[in-house]
């Protein structure tokens, strides 16, 4: 988790066997499945938000929700709500 972190704050290198996939990735290309993004009322991450900052990430956004009692991670900590949602997205 510590090497995880550093990495992504650029303080230390990554496995050289994921370059290519890191640049790519780095590329931040747009989304195009059908997507529901989702965030949770009781994160102490990332506060809860309306999606709009993301939505440009997404050509196929089909909403964005907010789970409630929910924190930074939703399959855990509210599997329900979170598979209902992947269920939506398979219809």
Known sequence: VIHSYRHRYGLAAGDPRYQELEQRLAAQPVI?????????????????????????????????????????????EAPEAFAAVVMELLR
Do not use: E, W
């Open 32 to 76: 195009n499945v059908p997507t529901i993004t989702l965030d949770g009322d009781c994160d102490g991450v990332i506060p809860a938000t309306d999606g709009a900052a993301h939505a440009a990430k997404f050509s196929n956004r089909i909403a964005h929700r907010v789970i409630t009692r929910a924190g930074h991670n939703l399959p855990q």
